[in-house]
């Protein structure tokens, strides 16, 4: 089957074990990320949401020390570690709960310049997917009669959907989001949430959030993390209405935080 196409798994995560500097961060993992599908993972402050996003693209080995790695991770069926890293990371793109557009660069060049870089030159095609990307994250109405200015002109919210313009400009297969309503302000995180629910139409979305509502509001699957160990995972709505671990019962009623 060809990658991307078909109900194949996206992500395959199986008896993962994470170690950061000989200290072990996530515990014994498994799930799947069905494909076309918002997959929720929710839990506390440090139970290690971030650090399980950073593994499926990778970015872990960038910024966290030394790692080590047990079990399989696999992205439509290949050990994402036998991947090229730069290959996995254009296809699974990234956004970050601080909003980290290029603050120097300008609206238009915080699209343009990533398009470069992968090698699309032609002025005209980069003028149409800035303006397409801009459209989808509900931004060119806001901009596009200042596009020359410098991000750091944006509002947070605005400078959030520019960094999710940014990934989609690429046309990556997955989108990871790591908790990315929580810094901004509400209608920006209304656009997002919606915008979400849109995407999964062409893509697959990995949502981290630390507020189960949102979850429940957007997410397909929904996998509650909790001291590093994976409680439970499942249909959203399974895991909300009939969770089987005690510990997920108090969580998604809110006696956990
Ligand atoms: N680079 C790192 N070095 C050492 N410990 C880390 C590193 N990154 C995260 N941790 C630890 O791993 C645990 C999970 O962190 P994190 O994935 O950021 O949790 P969450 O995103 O759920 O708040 C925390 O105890 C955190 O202190
Ligand atoms: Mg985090």
Same mark, same amino acid.
């Given at each position: ?86 290959? +996995?990371? /254009? #296809?699974?793109?990234? %956004?970050?709960?601080?909003? @980290? *557009? ?6 238009? !060049? ?88 849109? +995407?999964? /139409? #062409?893509?697959?979305? %990995?949502?981290?959030?630390? @507020? *189960? ?6 997410? !397909? ?37």
């Amino acid at each position: 089957m060809e990658a991307g196409k078909g109900t194949e798994d996206v992500f395959n995560v199986h008896g993962l074990h994470l170690y950061i500097n000989d200290r072990v961060i996530l515990k014994d993992i498994t799930f799947k990320v069905p494909n076309n599908s918002v997959f929720g993972i929710m839990g506390p402050s440090g139970s290690g949401k971030s650090t399980l996003l950073k593994v499926l693209n990778r970015l872990i080995e960038i910024y966290d020390g030394e790692i080590k790695v047990e079990g399989k991770v696999l992205y439509f069926g290949k050990d994402v570690f036998q991947m090229e890293a730069s290959k +996995l990371r /254009k #296809e699974v793109g990234m %956004v970050f709960q601080i909003p @980290n *557009p290029f603050h120097h660069l300008s609206i238009y !060049d915080n699209i343009a310049y990533p398009l470069k870089s992968h090698g699309i030159k032609d002025k005209r095609e980069i003028m149409r997917i800035v303006e397409e990307s801009l459209r989808k994250v509900r931004l060119w109405d806001e901009v596009h009669d200042r596009l020359h200015a410098p991000a750091s002109h944006l509002s947070g919210g605005q400078q959030q959907r520019l960094t999710i313009a940014r990934a989609l400009a690429l046309r990556p297969k997955v989108l990871l989001m790591d908790e990315p309503t929580s810094m901004i302000d509400v209608v920006s995180a209304q656009a997002i949430e919606q915008l979400i629910t849109e +995407l999964k /139409k #062409e893509m697959t979305i %990995v949502l981290v959030s630390h @507020n *189960p509502q949102q979850v429940k509001r957007v997410a !397909d699957y929904v996998a509650f993390l909790y001291n590093g160990k994976l409680v439970e995972w499942g249909p959203t709505e399974e895991i909300f209405d009939s969770p089987r671990n005690e510990l997920t019962q108090k969580y998604v009623v809110g006696l956990i935080d």
